[in-house]
């Protein structure tokens, strides 16, 4: 059966610092994934997806960037976190446009 | 992105009673429907989805009815029960629209008093 990893679950960071969460998918391949952000009051947003390897959209300009360096393994990284950043991540994957997404269980990160 | 406008905020039901969620989307090349519910700390998992070629599909107590004119759909849960209390969401994509995900609503969080 297909798994989605996210880790941490938690992470309180300082302004300025470095982030880097991680987020695999077990049991499928090639999979379409996504990272959202989701703010109190404010759904989800879709912040990046990819198709395949090294193929990054995004959806809204930040300061966050997305890579995806092996099949089942997105990466979401900020060389220097912003207070605006602290929000709730979600990684999420489907295997087909218009099909369930499955959702990891999220990062809660605080910039302090 | 094409918005998908969710309502109400919030809902208190009392248990056994009706709770009643809408949407209302703007994009007319949109034709997948999914509703998830998410429990806090935990990610949002798919409840119940429905395509524009049926106006309503029900699954045990949850009940999504669309309606294709309006541009609207809503979710319908009877006999709420305290465990239904959760965040819920409503979405929406195109299958059209490359893979660029879902779009949703802003959220209902719903509390089922016993």
């Known amino acids: 059966s297909q798994t989605i990893h996210q880790w941490p679950a938690t992470l309180v960071q300082p302004v300025g610092s470095p982030l880097s969460l991680e987020c695999t998918v077990e049991g499928t391949s090639n999979p379409n994934l996504y990272w959202y952000r989701q703010a109190a009051g404010r759904g989800l947003q879709l912040l990046f997806y990819?198709?395949?390897?090294?193929?990054i959209s995004s959806e809204v300009p930040q300061n966050l960037s997305a890579s995806r360096p092996q099949d089942r393994q997105f990466i979401l990284s900020s060389k220097k976190l912003l207070l605006s950043d602290s929000g709730f991540y979600l990684c999420?994957?489907?295997?087909?446009?218009?099909?369930?997404?499955?959702f990891g269980q999220g990062t809660r990160l605080t910039v302090v | 992105q094409q918005q998908v406008k969710q309502s109400p905020q919030s809902l208190i039901v009392q248990k056994g009673g009706i709770s009643i969620i809408n949407c209302a989307y703007e994009?007319?090349?949109?034709?997948?429907f999914p509703w998830y519910q998410q429990f806090p700390g935990k990610g949002p998992a798919l409840l119940i989805a429905i395509r524009p070629d049926v106006s309503e599909k029900k699954e045990g107590r949850f009940t999504i009815s669309f309606n294709k004119s309006a541009k609207q759909f809503s979710l319908h849960i009877m006999d709420s029960q305290p465990g239904d209390s959760a965040t819920y969401f409503c979405?929406?994509?195109?299958?059209?629209?490359?893979?660029?995900?879902?779009?949703f609503g802003k959220g209902t969080h719903l509390i089922i008093q016993p």
């Open positions: 994009n007319t090349a949109f034709d997948y």
């Open positions: 990819s198709v395949g390897i090294g193929q």
């Open positions: 999420a994957w489907n295997t087909q446009v218009n099909t369930e997404a499955f």
């Open positions: 979405a929406a994509s195109d299958s059209g629209g490359g893979a660029d995900g879902l779009t």
